[in-house]
């Protein structure tokens, strides 16, 4: 079946009008870039995001410059490539939404090419699907549009490595089909005077395994919003997250998962460290429960690890619930220090304190990495860490 943009929308308006409200922090969208005014600041959406460093993407922007290159591998089975035209205009919206901001609003109605990944049925990817995008000009703004469609009980992984300098609106779109098994690993390791606003938007089918893995590293400011919906019952999402602020950049992570079936699980693991003068962090996560969806598991939990002064980091858990009919929701939020009982072990075996620092924090990240899944990219994300460190904390040690 062929889904189209018209479709889509013709689907989302006659939905009845309560089932569209998805949540205070996530109001019911429109393909429409006029009904979404530009952002002031003093929108709770957006009260975090220094706007005046976005250099006009969330505004209007234009997003038709040409400044990054993307290239990817395409294992056997796997189709990897950029439609336009027609077969562009279909994959708008193919995950089930509606943009609820401007940005995306616009970048759906306004880049006229679409990249498209897809798995087809009963596949698994003999390795892991590689996209590199490497940015060319930070002065250069521009608009991007991922389809990530993986079909019913296919299994694959797909990896986004963003590098370089570049100024970017993307949306991306997945789309997991029932019984499917997908990973998606979003790497944010740009050039320092990188900009990159995005959001990715997930539809996880009836006993479909979805992760999601968001790391970002580099770049003046990241913001990425990272959401899943579920298309019937059994559906499991884990969100994961890492992240390591340096002076003066700003990095912040939103997630909402909508359980808009019964017998669905979400579990949200966010861990970042901040370092240097005005290094900012935000993490905001949303889990709404509707009526229909007893039976439910979820968790969200975000922790901080302050290195220096001069940092600041806003950790927002949320849920809303509708009904109390489910298994488990919680949440947990904890921003602190260095733990002075873990220094004070590992200094009282004759570990330095500057060495008794860096074990801290590898320990700290090191079950997250661990559950990331693919061997290349953890070793690649301890090594970070250990570079990351180098700049400030351990830079006595160098």
Known sequence: ??????????????????????????????????????????????????????????????LDGRNTKATWNAPEGVSVGVVTGDEARALRGVSGWAPNTRFTARVLAEVPATLLVDVPADVEASEPIVVEVDGTDADVTSGAHVVLRFGTHSKAVVVLNHTGSAAVAAVVEVVVADGAEASVVSIQDWADDAVHLSHHQARVGRDATYKHAAISFGGDLVRMDANVTYDGPGGSAELLGLYFADAGQHIEHRIFADHTAPRTKSHAVYKGALQGEKAHTVWVGNVLIRKVAEGIETYEENRNLVLTDGCHADSIPNLEIETGEIVGAGHASATARFD??????????????????????????????????VPSIEERLLATVEAELAKNVLKELF
Do not use: C
């Open 340 to 373: 002075d009982n873990q220094l004070f072990y590992l200094q009282s075996r004759g570990v330095s304190e500057k060495e008794a620092q860096r074990l801290v924090v590898h320990g700290f990240f090191n079950d997250l990495i661990r559950k990331v899944g």
């Open 1 to 62: 079946m062929t889904v189209t943009t018209d479709s889509v929308r013709s689907a989302l308006e006659q939905a009845p009008a309560l089932d569209r409200v998805e949540s205070h922090l996530h109001p019911a969208g429109s393909f429409e870039v006029s009904d979404h005014e530009v952002p002031t600041g003093r929108e709770e959406i957006w009260r975090f995001t220094p706007l005046k460093r976005l250099k006009g993407l969330h505004a209007d922007a234009p």
